[in-house]
Each structure stands twice: as structure tokens, then as C-alpha cells.
């Protein structure tokens, strides 16, 4: 052994691979399951799950040869387990099911189905104006404080698909609790599993929880063809996470005290998103917390360019500006109805010269009849559709949309093809 410095263990030894796990067992008999995280030569780094507290110098490594592992089968569906796979729900282990390694490349492009289409959330702020489509990989950009653990809740539990994996990471104690009591109260537990990396769990699991995640919703999706939405909270405790280890491993700093490798590593797990041609698909919707609500903080900034697109979260709404769905053209008038981009752009565009009467409100400008119109519809907007406690299908949402709008906007006024007018429009 060479050195032990906090959870990092360095020795000499020779024919490990990268991420191959180990036992490091004491000479006073108690062991402790370790990762290979580094390799230079023959000087091999590994991060012990349980802390390098306690152990000693004549410690002894048997290495396992083979990366970390997970079960896959249907009898994981409504179970909870940790960082490492471990069930912690106090259900019974299981026993002789087929485990499946974790990680490995990316998907082939040629098994890459352009994605077509939608998840429909019931969140109107989601399906209306910024869809989920199928395979997306897109983040929630937001600050500590706001209540995105309960929009991700209300996702998983309104979602149209098939299976949800939910990994949370570095999560307190209320945080779990909410998850789990929800899930049940809701009774979605039977098509959810659950990885949950607590605070107070080793931080290397926190690196290790949402691989897990991802090859179980992998194996779901290609294996029987489902349509799987992963949801994680949060990536920026995951990046955090990243930064603490290499600190320890004495790696030099990129931004900010992160990694270098930070855009490599947040890729390779929002990458694991796709719709496989002949199979099901893997959707991503992941939390990202802002520090300081700073959009070009490491960790948002490096997300934007791999995500196609954000929603952004605050004042505990769904913000309709900051928001934006790169892949919502694939589905919009395709696979909903023909009148979905008129409300969409109508309503956005109204509610934007409802903001803008606001502030000439607030100013004391004279306000003219279309300015009282337009704050009436704004309120409205707020109340209707920008809350996401509410479950609303899609088409009722949209019908919904042009009834606001007549509640407050002659025809004309809405500057709508006359044709989608005579269909949709309330004939009272």
C-alpha cells in the first residue's frame, strides 16, 4: 500500500481495469468495498465506499474483475434500493436474478430512431409549450429552495410511460421520505424503481447511483420494449460529487475547483437517452440547481450543450421565456392537434404583452383597452396553466387555451388563421 488519503486507497498492482470494483479487507477482519478510479502504470487509486476511516496500512485488496453491477428483472419494479444496489427498502433480497455490467459506450447511431414521439405529462406548462418527446434528455434548471422535487414527483406520477426510474442524489432525509411516501400514497410504486443516494451515504455512490439507473432503463427499453422516463435530482450534487473525489485524487481544477472532465462525464449520462429502432426508449428529465441562480455556473453551462433544451423553474412556476423544448417541432402538429403551434405561439405572444402592460402598469403609464385586456389574460395564464399540481390532458389543455383567450380577445384580435378560428374557437 501506498498511500491513504480520506476515501482515496493507492497500491501497487497490475491487471485491474478502470472501474473494476475490489474488497479492501483489515487485518481485524472488517471489510470495505472500493472502486478503481485511477490508473498510472502500476500505482492504482481506489475510492472506498464506506471512507478510508479505520483502515490500516497492512490492509489487503481483492480485486473482484469485474465493474460494478446491477439486477435486472421485473421484481425490481417497486423496490428501493441505494447507491450500490443494495435494496434498503426491508424487503427481501433477491437472490439468484440475473445482474447485468454497468456503464459501457454509448448507444450505436445507427440503432438511433429519430425521435417522433411525445411524452404527455398532463403539466400544462410542459405539454403545451415546451413538449417532453420521447428519447429528449432535457434539464430543470433551478434554485435550492424550489419545489422541483414536487414537479419531478408530479411528472413520474403523471407521465404516459411505461416504467419510471427515479435516482436521487445526495438526498436529506425529508427529501427520500417524500419520494417514497408519494410513490406509494400515489400508487405508482409498481411500474417505479427507485435509487436513492442519501447525504449521509458514501459520496463515491453518489457517481455510481445514476449509471445504475440508466442500465436498468436500458435493459427495460431494449429487453421489452418499454417506454422508460428516468428522472434524477440532483446533477449539480453528482458534479459536486466529481470535484470532491478529484480533489482528493490531487487533480488539477478546471473551473471553479471542478474538473476538467466535468462535460465528459455529465454526457456520458445524458447520452444514455434514446429511442432504439425495433424497441422501446430511455427520456431523461434531470434537476440542475443553480448556486446563486447563475445560469453560467460549470455545472448548468456545460448542461446546456449537451441537452436539447431546459426548463427553467422559479418563483415556483415553470417560467414560459426561460423555458425551451428543442425537439418539441417533432411532435407539435404531427402527433397532437393541427391547433397546437397557433395556441401555443398566440398564448406565449399574449402573455408577453401582458407582461409588458404590467410594467407600464407599475410605471403609472396610461393603459389602453387592449393593455386591460391583455392583463386580464395574464392573470388568467397564471392561474390556468403555469401551476403544475393540476392534471389537465392535452387536448382539454388546449381547449382550455382558447377559451382564456376568448374569455378576454375578440377573434380578430388574436391574429389566428381564420380556419382554425371557425373550428376551435368558443362559439359563445
Known sequence: MLSIVGDILTIHASGVALGELAWVKNSDGTTSLAQVTEIDCERVSLQVFAGGKGLRSDARVSFLGHAAQVLFSDDILGRIFNGVGQPVDGGPELLGHRRVDVGGPSVNPVMRVVPSKMIETKVPMIDVFNCLVESQKIPIFSIAGEPYNELLARIAIQADADVVVFCGLGLIFDEFHFFRDT???EGVFPRTVMFANRASDPIVERLLAPD??????????????????VLMTDMTAFADALKEIGVAMERIPSNRGYMGDLYSQLALRYERACDYRGAGSVTLLA?????????????????????????YLHDGMIDPFGSL??????????????????????????????????????????LSAMDHKLLKFGELFTQRFMRFDVAVPLEEALDLGWQTMAECFEPQELLIREKLLNKYYPAS
Open 325 to 366: 423544448s428543442r425537439l418539441k417541432q417533432q411532435v407539435i402538429g404531427k402527433v397532437t392537434r393541427e391547433d397546437h403551434s397557433a395556441v401555443m405561439n398566440t398564448m406565449i405572444r399574449l402573455f408577453s404583452g401582458a407582461r409588458q402592460a404590467e410594467q407600464k402598469q407599475q410605471m403609472a403609464f396610461e
Open 183 to 185: 410513490f406509494e400514497n
Open 287 to 311: 434537476v440542475t440547481t443553480m448556486p446563486g441562480n447563475d445560469v453560467t455556473h460549470p455545472v448548468p453551462d456545460n448542461t446546456g450543450y449537451i441537452t436539447e433544451g431546459q426548463f
Open 212 to 229: 445504475l439507473a440508466l442500465k436498468v432503463a436500458e435493459r427495460f427499453a431494449v429487453e421489452q420494449n418499454k417506454r422508460v422516463l
